[in-house]
């Protein structure tokens, strides 16, 4: 698999403007165009595992999200602009409902929750670059589901170590009373075998 291109040499510093127009001359939404602290980053399209993951997770957060009106669970492709000048695109994540008026991308300035399904390509980044930008503009917690070692590394914005999860995950944001347990043992075993 490609691994992601980075620009780093590159002589000038991408902005969300340039990311947008990236997108735009791409109809199909890949590769995917991301600019994390001026950095430009390329991913190619995701395994067929990945896509597998992502679909029981969001089959487990809607029910949830939707029972206790936390808001939205949506997916990328996206185009959030958390911190000025930066795209970032989760493979999953949750909207809060205080944002529940957003009709555009530009009106996504928050999150509840970010997830990451590791790629080969994506290892990296998702657990460097993009761990500490959502931990920087305090997204409450951010999932890197790594499908080979069959585990979620949890971090919230003020962790220096991720918290390592293989069986389940509880996960208990403000508002409900009941948190959310997922049974990260099933998930693997139904995408990994």
Same mark, same amino acid.
């Given at each position: 698999?490609?691994?992601?291109l980075t620009h780093r040499s590159y002589p000038k510093r991408w902005t969300?403007?340039?990311? !947008? ?10 590769? &995917? ?13 995701? !395994? ?5 993951? *992502?679909?029981?997770? #969001? ?16 997916? $990328? ?21 205080? *944002? ?6 530009a009106d996504v300035t928050t999150l509840l929750l970010a997830i990451e399904?590791?790629?080969?390509? $994506? &290892? ?6 993009? &761990?500490?930008?959502?931990? #920087? ?9 790594? *499908?080979? &070692?069959?585990?979620?590394? #949890?971090? #919230? ?9 293989? $069986?389940? *995950? ?24």
């Amino acid at each position: 698999m490609a691994m992601p291109l980075t620009h780093r040499s590159y002589p000038k510093r991408w902005t969300a403007y340039d990311i !947008r127009a990236l997108m735009e001359a791409s109809p199909t939404q890949w590769p &995917r165009y991301e600019a994390i602290d001026g950095e430009l980053i390329v991913t190619p399209a995701p !395994r067929l595992a990945h896509q597998e993951m *992502l679909e029981l997770l #969001r089959d487990v957060l809607k029910p949830y999200v939707a029972r206790h009106a936390l808001g939205r669970v949506l997916g $990328s492709p996206a185009d959030l602009e958390l911190e000025k000048d930066t795209i970032i695109q989760p493979d999953l994540f949750v909207v809060p409902a205080s *944002l529940s008026h957003a009709r555009e991308w530009a009106d996504v300035t928050t999150l509840l929750l970010a997830i990451e399904v590791l790629s080969p390509s $994506s &290892r990296t980044r998702d657990r460097a670059i993009k &761990r500490r930008f959502l931990q #920087r503009v305090a997204v409450p917690e951010y999932w890197v589901v790594d *499908l080979s &070692r069959r585990l979620v590394e #949890r971090w #919230r914005p003020e962790d220096r170590h991720a918290e390592v999860l293989a $069986s389940s *995950l509880v996960w208990h944001p403000p508002g409900p009373d009941e948190p959310l347990t997922i049974d990260l043992a099933a998930l693997f075993a139904a995408v990994c075998g």
